[in-house]
């Protein structure tokens, strides 16, 4: 709980850049869902000798961040193949 509290006060007071920006690097993860994040903290925490939930990921201290779903209007995005059923007679 101290954790989180501390990371909060130090989000808000962290000075803002109001500058525009003249280049943009984007870093597409693709397949990295929150559970995938999570378990990848776990995982390398874990390998450093902690419990893991405490951990980091390099790219999780970035000052700025979003995450975006993507998905298809369709139900399915791979053509299921049709199922033959025998002509009643």
């Known amino acids: 709980m101290k954790l989180g509290r501390s990371e ?3 989000a808000v007071k962290a000075e ?5 920006a003249r280049n943009v690097i984007v870093f597409v993860g693709d397949g990295m869902g929150m559970s995938t994040i999570t378990a990848g903290r776990i ?3 874990q390998l450093d000798g902690h419990r893991g939930e405490e951990n980091f990921l390099s790219f999780e201290k970035f000052r700025n961040t979003g995450l975006l779903k993507v998905s298809s209007p369709k139900i399915s995005q791979f053509p299921l193949p049709r199922r033959k059923f025998p002509n009643p007679v």
């Open 16 to 20: 803002r850049n109001e500058g525009v």
């Open 8 to 10: 909060i006060e130090a």
């Open 43 to 45: 995982f390398k925490g």
